[in-house]
């Protein structure tokens, strides 16, 4: 097994040096978003000057993926923890089938938390476990023209962020990106595709401060920047959407952020009790910073998404009754809100996962050792979670559910509604259909599997 930091010995025995492949992300996936994490790998190897091909199995088909396995040296499979790994173990049995000298590897997210258990895959050759590769590039050749040009944009302004949020795996120093560089890049994407919209994928949008170069501290101001962004965008009339911390907002950012084309925004509240973000999760903020951010939002033209977590290591009832208490508070001063409330997922690498294998304030969590394993666990989503999205995500379902279909999803609706008020939407038990349903509407109306 190589675990490696840098790229392997290029092997040139087949026409295509390295096939890129980014598996389904989940089954009914609603991230249509720009495969950035096999792109920018793929501009490292190109830059090395191997031939590289990308396949995106949301769209490419599975004849496409094998015949260029035939003809491909090495498979590089990008995986985030969970579903997408049994997806991507899936790639790896077929690829190995077909082309049993294919030298298979593995990055993304899970290559980097579970190294150890990814290396002991018996189809795996190579594991990439670093944060990133290539994002110092822009991953645009003529191999990725196809990527560009399908399902909803997605670009950085800057990576990394330096939170230590215990439930989070990501922390790492920022790197903004240079206004001139992303100019060029977004220009030079405008020119292939015409976009309107773009998804800003940024860790951390809003930060104040990086080290350049030279080591040296440099400062920020996120509202310059932030206009800086919108003068780019503005000219070629683009509107986006991304996330950004709740205590960066003021009424000078919002300002900045509905001139620079901010039509949907959404902030990691976590929780409603300010004990337990501050003393558990971390966040380096508390209740007052969402409260302010929400009051300032409101009115601008933003939509806002509200995003929480039930369920962390240590959480009481107590706590999340306030959590449920802050979301109403919202949706009082600020009605045009939206909110969605996740289940804790113990994903590996940040403090409350080791808490969560422990048993440290929770059930003790079993992880899987296995992609096949990881991707067959449900997370994230749970009765809460549709229970609170019928509640208050009512723009995605009446998209759904339009005119006369508006029937088949009323009753859940409103039953969802009286376990909120209740304070028992743990109850909820239509979950499961509910979410068949949905996909069902999303496939009759638009064509495409999302899920709301």
Not at 262 to 267: G, N, R, T, W
Not at 345 to 373: H, L
């Amino acid at each position: 097994m190589n675990v490696v930091k840098f790229t392997p010995a290029v092997v040139r025995d087949k026409p295509i040096d390295m096939l890129m492949v980014y598996p389904s992300p989940c089954m009914d996936s609603p991230f249509n978003l720009t495969p950035l994490s096999i792109m920018y790998p793929g501009a490292m190897f190109e830059a090395q000057g191997m031939h590289v091909e990308y396949v995106d199995l949301r769209w490419d088909s599975w004849d496409m993926m094998e015949q260029l396995i035939r003809d491909s040296a090495q498979i590089g499979v990008s995986a985030f923890t969970g579903y997408q790994c049994a997806r991507a173990h899936d790639v790896i049995v077929r690829a190995k089938q077909i082309n049993p000298k294919i030298v298979v590897n593995v990055g993304g997210h899970h290559a980097r938390t579970c190294s150890k258990d990814v290396e002991a895959e018996p189809l795996v050759d190579v594991v990439w476990p670093n944060r990133a590769y290539g994002e110092d590039l822009f991953p645009f050749s003529p191999a990725t023209h196809r990527l560009w040009k399908r399902g909803d944009l997605q670009m950085v302004t800057s990576t990394g962020c330096p939170y230590a949020c215990t439930f989070c795996a990501l922390r790492s120093q920022w790197s903004p990106r240079e206004l001139d560089a992303l100019e060029r890049q977004v220009d030079t994407v405008y020119d292939l595709t015409g976009f309107t919209e773009v998804s800003f994928s940024d860790p951390n949008i809003g930060y104040h401060k990086y080290k350049d170069a030279e080591g040296v501290t440099q400062h920020v101001d996120r509202v310059d920047r932030m206009k800086g962004i919108g003068r780019i965008l503005r000219k070629h009339g683009i509107r986006w959407d991304g996330n950004i911390r709740s205590d960066y907002i003021t009424p000078e950012l919002v300002d900045a952020m509905a001139w620079s084309g901010c039509y949907s925004i959404e902030f990691g509240c976590e929780s409603g009790n300010d004990w337990f973000l501050k003393n558990v999760i971390k966040k380096g903020h508390g209740v007052d910073a969402i409260k302010n951010a929400n009051l300032c939002m409101a009115g601008s033209g933003i939509s806002v998404m509200n995003s929480w977590v039930r369920g962390m290591p240590h959480e009481t009832h107590e706590q999340w009754l306030d959590t449920m208490d802050l979301i109403d508070w919202i949706m009082d001063v600020a009605p045009e809100a939206r909110a969605s409330v996740y289940r804790f997922t113990p994903y590996p690498g940040g403090p409350a996962y080791d808490m969560a294998v422990k048993g440290d304030g929770i059930e003790r969590f079993d992880p899987p050792k296995t992609m096949k394993e990881w991707g067959e666990l449900k997370l994230m989503v749970d009765a809460t979670y549709w229970c609170a999205g019928l509640c208050f995500r009512l723009d995605n379902t009446r998209k759904n559910f339009p005119d006369e279909d508006w029937h088949l999803i009323e009753p859940y609706v409103l039953e969802a509604r009286r376990l909120w008020k209740e304070r028992r939407p743990e109850d909820f038990k239509y979950a499961e259909t509910v979410e068949q349903l949905i996909s069902f509407q999303v496939r009759k109306h638009t064509g495409q599997a999302r899920v709301a």
